[in-house]
Every structure is written in structure tokens, then in C-alpha cells.
């Protein structure tokens, strides 16, 4: 069975900063591509970020750019997502999601990834 586990979600003021982790379970972690996607209530899911299997290549939308950084420690299943500089238009549920194919296009689609989480907060106060 395989899983996905996000966690680190909460309330923050904007300026500030939040660190997402998610660990996956059941698959070879490291033969995966992952990503974040963030959704609010009532509006489209949009891709966050994503990174290659390896690490070495990573994908950002252009409204995350230079405040996010996505990282991954394979050795621990872990995925990470640093947030600085926070807005009030980040508040969303965060979602920590994989792709077989290890490799992840600047697309950022749903389409592309298998498995999701079942989410994780972040709501940031103005």
C-alpha cells in the first residue's frame, strides 16, 4: 500500500515562513519524481513545485518563485517544501504528490502524478 503523508501545515502571519515535509511510504522513493499542488475551496488545483528523482532538477510556478524550495532527502522518503516570505493568497491545502516516471516536467499537471496525500493546511493571516 502505497502512502503519502504530508505534514508542517499550520497558521503563520504573512512574511513568515513554513516548512512542509512529507514522507511516502510503499514505493522506492527514489525512483520517483515529486511535487506539491495547493488548492483552495471552490477553485482549480495549481501545481506548486516538483523535483527530479535525483534532486537535481526542480520546477516552480511562477507565483512561488524565489520565496519556495523543494528538496528531498531520498535516504529518508522525505520531501520537503521551505515557504518564506508568505502571502495571504498562499493559504491553501497543500498536497505532497508522486510520479512514477522520475522525472517532472515545468507543466506542473495533476494529470501526471499517481499518488497524492490527504493534505495539509497552511493558512496565512495578513
Known amino acids: 500500500l502505497v502512502q503519502v503523508v504530508e505534514s508542517g501545515g499550520g497558521l503563520v502571519q504573512a512574511g513568515g515562513s513554513l516548512r512542509l515535509s512529507c514522507t511516502a511510504y510503499?514505493?522506492?522513493?527514489?525512483?520517483?519524481?515529486m511535487g506539491w499542488f495547493r488548492q483552495v475551496q471552490g477553485k482549480e488545483r495549481e501545481g506548486v513545485s516538483c523535483i527530479w528523482w535525483s534532486g537535481d532538477i526542480a520546477y516552480y510556478a511562477d507565483s512561488v518563485k524565489g520565496r519556495f524550495t523543494i528538496s528531498r532527502d531520498n535516504a529518508k522518503n522525505t520531501l520537503y517544501l521551505e515557504m518564506n516570505s508568505l502571502k495571504p493568497e498562499d493559504t491553501a491545502m497543500y498536497y505532497c504528490v508522486a510520479h512514477a516516471y522520475g522525472y517532472c516536467s515545468s507543466s506542473l499537471g495533476s494529470d501526471d502524478y499517481e499518488y497524492w496525500g490527504q493534505g495539509t493546511q497552511v493558512t496565512v493571516s495578513s
Open positions: 510503499g514505493l522506492t522513493f527514489d525512483n520517483y519524481a
